[in-house]
Nanobody, 116 residues
Framework: QVQLVESGGGLVQPGGSLRLSCAAS????????MGWYRQAPGNEREQVAS???????NYADFVKGRFTISRDNAKNTANLQVNSLKPEDTAIYYC??????????WGQGTQVTVSS
């Protein structure tokens, strides 16, 4: 059984910052990619950022320069530092992992609300 637990979401004013965290536990084969997705009401889930075990990162254009993903391979954790938040960043943010065997897991999500 694999569990992904996200934390760090909340209500923040425009221009503010948050640090989202994801911890994976359970019987997990080696994680290759850890990433974050988000889904706003009425929208499809979209990829925000990802980071491979070898250090290759990928960011959606709409977060480049504002969000930074990091991970600790030994602890199976990932963080997403989100800065300069905009109201359009409001969404549920989901942690996602892909193992070296190609198996994908999702967390339950953490709500990020950007509003004055």
């Amino acid at each position: 059984q694999v569990q992904l637990v996200e934390s760090g979401g909340g209500l923040v004013q425009p221009g503010g910052s948050l640090r989202l965290s994801c911890a994976a536990s359970g019987t997990i084969f080696t994680i290759y990619t850890m990433g974050w997705y988000r889904q706003a009401p009425g929208n499809e889930r979209e990829q925000v950022a990802s980071l491979t075990r070898t250090g290759i990162s990928n960011y959606a254009d709409f977060v480049k320069g504002r969000f930074t993903i990091s991970r600790d391979n030994a602890k199976n954790t990932a963080n997403l530092q989100v800065n300069s938040l905009k109201p359009e960043d409001t969404a549920i943010y989901y942690c996602n992992i892909v193992t070296v065997r190609g198996v994908k897991y999702w967390g339950q999500g953490t709500q990020v609300t950007v509003s004055s």
